[in-house]
């Protein structure tokens, strides 16, 4: 599946399984195919042909990459080699560690129990607030 004189560019799936965006082409195809991928400002489709410089924004969760393609390789490698085959932008690499950094920030303070307290953990409640009536 790697590009040939005949073939000049490779499955935009292929690719992003084997930049290791998503862990199987499945999950690529089905990315692409709900509008997560975008090639050139435009939509794709999972068969079309990706070139070397072209541009792809992605989301991917939360997080959106933005990546200039450099090399195409139909084959899923090591995460080292993977990313050599795009250059995330600069921008796109500081808003994405921006936003991490204020969704963690947000998930640090209190949270709220998900679900109603369990007998022994009411009986704490409840000593907790005879103490408070002394």
Do not use: C
């Given at each position: 599946?790697?590009?040939?004189?005949?073939?000049?560019?490779?499955?935009?799936?292929?690719?992003?399984?084997?930049?290791?965006?998503?862990?199987?082409?499945?999950l690529a195809k089905h990315a692409i195919e709900g509008g997560k991928v975008d090639v050139q400002g435009?939509?794709?489709?999972?068969?079309?042909?990706?070139?070397?410089?072209?541009?792809?924004?992605?989301?991917?969760?939360?997080?959106?990459?933005?990546?200039?393609?450099?090399?195409?390789?139909?084959?899923?490698?090591?995460?080292?080699?993977?990313?050599?085959?795009?250059?995330?932008?600069?921008?796109?690499?500081?808003?994405?560690?921006?936003?991490?950094?204020?969704?963690?920030?947000?998930?640090?303070?209190?949270?709220?129990?998900?679900?109603?307290?369990?007998?022994?953990?009411?009986?704490?409640?409840?000593?907790?607030?005879?103490?408070?009536?002394?």
């Amino acid at each position: 599946m790697t590009p040939s004189p005949e073939n000049p560019g490779l499955r935009l799936d292929i690719w992003l399984w084997a930049a290791r965006f998503y862990k199987t082409r499945a999950l690529a195809k089905h990315a692409i195919e709900g509008g997560k991928v975008d090639v050139q400002g435009q939509g794709a489709k999972a068969s079309r042909l990706l070139k070397t410089g072209e541009t792809l924004r992605l989301q991917r969760g939360e997080d959106v990459f933005e990546v200039q393609v450099v090399a195409l390789s139909g084959k899923r490698g090591p995460a080292a080699a993977a990313a050599l085959l795009y250059l995330e932008s600069d921008e796109s690499r500081e808003t994405r560690l921006r936003l991490a950094a204020e969704r963690r920030a947000a998930n640090a303070g209190y949270r709220a129990p998900a679900g109603k307290p369990d007998k022994r953990a009411r009986r704490l409640i409840q000593a907790l607030g005879d103490l408070d009536a002394l």
